[in-house]
């Protein structure tokens, strides 16, 4: 793993504006599920999709990178109104230089979750490479944090928590999900941020 000093970690945190992650072993455990000759099923992890609330809420946009194409995949992004989802990118480095170019980005402000050998290209050009419990030891070489938790179980939410406190952000962020609707109007003043928390109607609200 790459050892930085905890002031290292909190610059580059404070920095980030796009969280990439990889799918199979970092949102799911890894395992696919083959069902019949046409179908298959994925298994996400609940906790996992809160953590990229708390992100996304944070104004760090999160995308997706999996080297299969996958009907599941696309709809826990599109419940999680995840910002980007590129599907059929086996060479995680080409697509996370995509993301760059397309949302005129720094690679130091990016951060990839990856799991397996085939991520370690993208995550040596980016300032935030993390690696999950269950990945390869040539990803958690390349690493600046490893999670406790496996991937496809909570790993996602481990490291979403773990960069807010970086940011220093992690107790404005649960203010907003702790307080009831009277706590909010009775701490709301006229200069508060109404963007602080994104708001959804009832037909267009995220699934955790």
């Keep these: 793993m790459i050892q930085l000093s905890r002031e290292e970690l909190e610059v580059r945190a404070k920095q980030l504006k ?27 992890y609940i906790h ?4 990229i609330i708390f992100l996304r809420t944070a104004g760090i946009k999160i995308a997706i990178i999996t080297g299969r194409v996958s009907p599941m995949v696309r709809r826990r992004a599109k419940e999680l109104k995840i910002d980007e989802v590129s599907e059929g990118a086996f ?21 990839y979750v990856g ?13 935030l490479p993390i690696s999950v419990a269950n990945a390869r030891p040539e990803a958690k070489a390349h690493s600046v944090y490893v999670t406790e938790a496996a991937g496809g179980h909570g790993a996602v939410r481990e490291l979403a928590e ?10 404005s962020i649960f203010a907003q999900f702790l307080q009831t609707r009277q706590e909010k109007e009775a701490n709301s003043t006229p200069e508060a941020s109404v ?14």
Excluded at 195 to 208: F, H, W
């Design 91 to 111: 060479y995680k480095q080409d697509g996370v230089e995509s993301l760059l170019e397309k949302l005129e980005i720094q690679a130091h402000e990016v951060g």
């Design 48 to 51: 996992d999709g809160m953590g």
């Design 195 to 208: 963007d602080a928390l994104p708001t959804y109607s009832i037909t267009d609200r995220p699934s955790r």
């Design 115 to 127: 799991d397996d050998i085939h991520d370690v290209p993208a995550m040596k050009i980016v300032g």
């Design 18 to 44: 796009l969280l990439v992650l990889d799918v199979d072993g970092v949102l799911t455990e890894g395992e696919l599920l083959l069902i019949g000759e046409d179908m298959e099923a994925k298994r996400f």
């Design 162 to 171: 773990w960069l807010l406190e970086l940011r220093g952000e992690k107790e």
